[in-house]
């Protein structure tokens, strides 16, 4: 099949131009017209000058597109290098390897306590921690674990997100101080009589901090797997009612409530399962005016991997969590504390302005592009990837960009065409929104810089690839 593949391409190179050139931008888009999808496309090359567009200065919804801005301004804001501390103190003393007082947690913002950047294994800070609380003489803790909140505001979400959202690992709470990307991970097996119930375990350690009202049945094997999960609004409570056919194993990782209490209540069960002994109670606080640093003894700490490695993950992965857990980092930083997503737009928006960007038709909710209410231009999207050519941290920025048909949410895409491995950009999608930026290199040599937007389709998603990825080939032949 991949050789046959290769073999059209090799006979569509070989045709007459006046053949390949016959179609044009807009009959690509009329035949794209019964999807019911608004359009807007913006082409231009490395020099800024836009050689072809439809509809480019109409608003559209950009989706997760909106990352391209957001993790842009980071870089510019923080720089590459920035690295997150998360520190652990003690106000109390130690007598025979106990301490008598509080634990409080410091958190600084670091979306990455989980096992994503340490080989999976997901107790890798807490492991770092414990040995250094050991290293310290502490054994036991007579007080409660506290979490120190005060980095960001206590605003969890972004204006514009939809509740329905909020169950699952995509619309998790946004807290200084976070665990396991603020989700925990829930497996299903099948494995019972029909009409039995599944059998459920999650990580960490079935832990109690989460209920799960299992009302799911297992049905016949040539049934279709029926989803049926949501979270209770406000609590750490989630109904169960899939049906699942027999052997079927689901994986799914639900948000928590109140993450800072997470953290700290999966950090308890973890030191006692090492041996620690614990009275806490999880309290939290928001603030530090309780615990003044002149009394506090800084016991443990964890410093993260470069900000560079997590836009990549970011951009690549399109993770909403971490979005915005850097927008809210980025506005603590240059604002100051407490950080927030209204000042963390607002230094993005600065940063657009900064870069020449008309900011007067870029409309921002949150980070991540998963608000209602976002909106933008193909035009900009595009004039920005010219312009942030000349940033000096764009080698960063166009590294956290999907290689088509290699990785992150393009890696299943463009396969068998001149686009694979050749474009390089970011994917968006939110109910009725596709859209889809970045770079490639044409047949002649040139590079061409896109922005793609379908808003407002009804139906599946793969129509619009489809339609995307055929005018990406036509101005790879075109230019």
Same mark, same amino acid.
């Given at each position: 099949m991949t050789l046959l593949i290769r073999s059209f391409w090799v006979f569509l190179l070989l045709l007459p131009a006046d053949f390949l050139l016959a179609q044009n931008?807009?009959?690509?888009?009329?035949? @794209?017209?019964s999807t019911g999808a608004f359009w807007s496309v913006s082409v231009r090359d490395v020099n800024g000058v836009q050689?072809? *567009? %439809?509809?480019s200065n109409h608003l559209i919804i950009p989706a997760s597109n909106q990352k391209l801005f957001t993790t842009a301004a980071v870089l510019d804001g923080l720089g590459g290098d920035y690295r997150y501390t998360t520190r652990v103190l003690a106000d109390g003393a130690i007598r025979d390897s106990i301490l008598i007082g509080d634990l409080i947690i410091r958190g600084s913002g670091d979306p990455s306590i989980s096992g994503i950047f340490y080989d999976d294994e997901r107790e890798f800070v807490f492991t770092s921690l414990a040995k250094q609380l050991q290293k310290s003489g502490i054994r @036991?803790?007579?007080? /409660?674990? +506290?979490?120190? +909140?005060?980095?960001?505001?206590?605003?969890?979400?972004p204006k514009g997100w939809d509740w329905e959202d909020l169950s699952f690992y995509y619309g998790v709470e946004i807290n200084p101080l976070s665990f396991n990307n603020n989700a925990v991970d829930l497996t299903v097996i099948a494995d019972g009589p029909i009409g039995g119930k599944p059998i459920i375990s999650w990580w960490p350690y079935n832990t109690d901090y989460v209920t799960f009202h299992n009302r799911q049945h297992i049905v016949e094997k040539h !049934? =279709? %797997?029926? *989803?049926? %999960?949501? =979270? %209770?609004? @406000?609590? /750490? *409570?989630?109904h169960l009612g899939s049906d699942l056919p027999q052997g079927y194993v689901e994986e799914e990782a639900f948000a928590v409530s109140e993450a800072h209490q997470y953290f700290i209540h999966s950090f308890d069960l973890f030191l006692k399962k090492n041996g620690? !002994?614990?009275?806490?109670?999880? #309290?939290?606080?928001?603030?530090?005016q309780e615990y003044s640093d002149k009394n506090l003894t800084e016991v443990a700490s964890h410093t993260s991997v470069p900000l560079s490695e997590m836009v990549i993950w970011a951009n690549k992965e399109s993770d909403n969590f971490y979005t915005e857990m850097l927008l809210k980092t980025l506005a603590a930083e240059r604002q100051g504390l407490p950080g927030s997503f209204d000042a963390g737009i607002k230094e993005v928006r600065r940063f657009l302005g900064e870069l020449g960007i008309d900011t007067t038709y870029v409309n921002m !909710?949150?980070?991540? @592009?998963?608000?209602?209410? /976002?909106?933008?231009?193909?035009?900009?999207?595009? #004039?920005?990837? +010219?312009?942030?050519q000349q940033h000096s941290e764009f080698p960063t920025f166009f590294k956290s960009l999907s290689v088509a048909g290699i990785d992150g949410t393009i890696a299943h895409r463009m396969k068998g065409t001149p686009l694979y491995r050749n474009f390089r950009g970011k994917s968006g999608y939110v109910a009725g929104v596709r859209t889809l930026g970045?770079?490639?290199?044409?047949?002649?040599?040139?590079?061409?810089i896109v922005s793609l937007a379908a808003n407002n389709f009804i139906g599946k998603v793969r129509p619009i690839d489809a339609i995307h990825e055929e005018i990406l080939q036509y101005l790879y032949q075109s230019y």
């Open positions: 931008l807009e009959s690509i888009l009329k035949k @794209g017209e050689i072809e *567009e %439809y509809q @036991g803790i007579q007080g /409660n674990i +506290v979490a120190d +909140v005060s980095f960001f505001d206590d605003q969890p979400f !049934r =279709k %797997y029926d *989803e049926d %999960y949501l =979270k %209770y609004l @406000g609590k /750490n *409570e989630y620690f !002994r614990t009275t806490s109670t999880f #309290d939290a606080i928001l603030s530090t !909710r949150d980070g991540s @592009g998963m608000a209602s209410g /976002n909106f933008t231009k193909t035009s900009i999207l595009s #004039d920005f990837l +010219v312009k942030i970045g770079f490639f290199e044409t047949a002649s040599g040139d590079t061409l």
